[in-house]
Structure formats: structure tokens, C-alpha cells
């Protein structure tokens, strides 16, 4: 497989949120502003990356040369809160604001079934080591563009006469489902 077709891909086509549904909780929660969610996507890009790579070489180097796959989910588990633990770390030191704005959103990241999903992909797909970096780093991009855009509508929303009954939440799901059918729609382009 060419490497843009693994990129466009997971960022556009399969996106994670949109048409595999992995990571909503974030997406929702995250993205009432577009810089918490510029926040919340360059977060999950950190630990997409580091993880997916680090998912890759203890599947590929550790656990299928003793024979023991199936801790699989295990492992990614223990490597993805290590992760998000440094990733939180450096947020308190570095980047108070942002910190304290992601609040509870940002341990979530741990359990995040989009960073563990995108690991798992890896390894069912048997992805070598350049399309294990290509395609995480396209899922992540396809994290933060689909946080981003659906951010800065929500913010528009805000804004907007709405009728009573569908401020907030009804008319995010409501936008998210026509983000989702948008993005079903680049399917037939790539």
C-alpha cells in the first residue's frame, strides 16, 4: 500500500471519531472551544504516536517471539498509561492553562479507546514500521482536524438561534452526525 493512501485513510476516510467511533468521549467533552481542543488533539497525538510505535515494537520484538500475544491488550494498556502519566506531567510544568482546562479530560486519555483502538490496528493490519508511523500519525491528524472543526461549529452554535430544546447537546449530536455523513462521503473520493 502507497503511504498516502494509509494517511489519507486513517484521516479522512476512516477517521476515528467519525466512522469508527473510538474517542468520542473526548470529542464531545473537549470541544466546546477550539483551543481546548487543539489541547486535546495535540495531547492525543503525542500519545497516538509514541504509543502505536511503541505498541509495534513490543508486539513485534517482545511478545510474538515468546509466544505470548495475547497479553497484547495488556501491554498496550500499561504503555499507553505510562504515556498519558508523562504526557500530564509535562502539561502541569509546561502548560498550566492548558493543564487546567483539559481537567479531567486529560487521565482520560488512558482510557481513551481511540489511542488503544489505533494500537490494536497496528497489529491486526500487520503494519511494518513506516506504516505503523504513516498511519498513526494520520489517525492523529484526523483526531485533531475532526476536534478542531467540530470545536469551532460548536462555538458558532453557541451563538446561533436555536430553538431551546435543541442548545448544547441535541444540536452537537446533531452536527457530529452530519461531520460523520461528510466523512462517509470522502470515502468514494480516495
Known amino acids: 500500500m502507497s503511504f498516502f493512501v494509509i494517511f489519507m485513510g486513517a ?18 467533552g473537549v470541544s466546546k ?4 481542543a487543539i489541547g486535546m488533539g495535540a ?4 500519545v497516538i504516536f509514541l504509543a502505536s510505535l511503541m505498541a ?9 517471539p515468546l509466544n505470548i500475544e495475547y497479553l497484547q491488550t495488556i501491554a498496550f494498556i500499561l ?8 504526557v500530564e506531567m509535562f502539561l502541569k510544568k509546561f502548560s498550566v492553562g ?5 481537567g479531567v479530560f486529560l487521565p482520560l486519555i488512558t482510557t481513551n479507546c481511540a489511542v488503544l483502538g489505533t494500537a490494536n490496528n497496528i497489529v491486526t493490519k500487520g503494519f511494518g514500521l513506516m506504516e505503523t508511523i504513516i498511519y498513526s500519525l494520520g489517525i492523529s491528524i ?9 470545536a469551532t461549529i460548536r462555538e458558532r452554535l ?17 452536527t457530529a452526525a452530519i461531520m460523520a455523513l461528510a466523512f462517509f462521503g470522502i470515502g468514494g473520493l480516495v
Open 43 to 46: 495531547a492525543v497525538t503525542f
Open 11 to 28: 484521516a479522512l476516510v476512516h477517521n476515528i471519531i467519525l466512522t469508527q467511533f473510538l474517542g468520542i468521549c473526548p470529542f464531545l
Open 56 to 64: 509495534y515494537c513490543l508486539n513485534t520484538y517482545v511478545l510474538i
Open 142 to 150: 484526523g483526531f485533531t482536524l475532526v476536534m478542531f472543526v467540530f
Open 79 to 86: 504503555v499507553i498509561a505510562s504515556l498519558v502519566q508523562f
Open 33 to 36: 472551544k477550539a483551543d481546548q
Open 158 to 174: 453557541e451563538i446561533a438561534p436555536i430553538a431551546r430544546s435543541f442548545k448544547g447537546n441535541p444540536i452537537a449530536l446533531i
Open 98 to 102: 492548558l493543564y487546567k482546562s483539559l
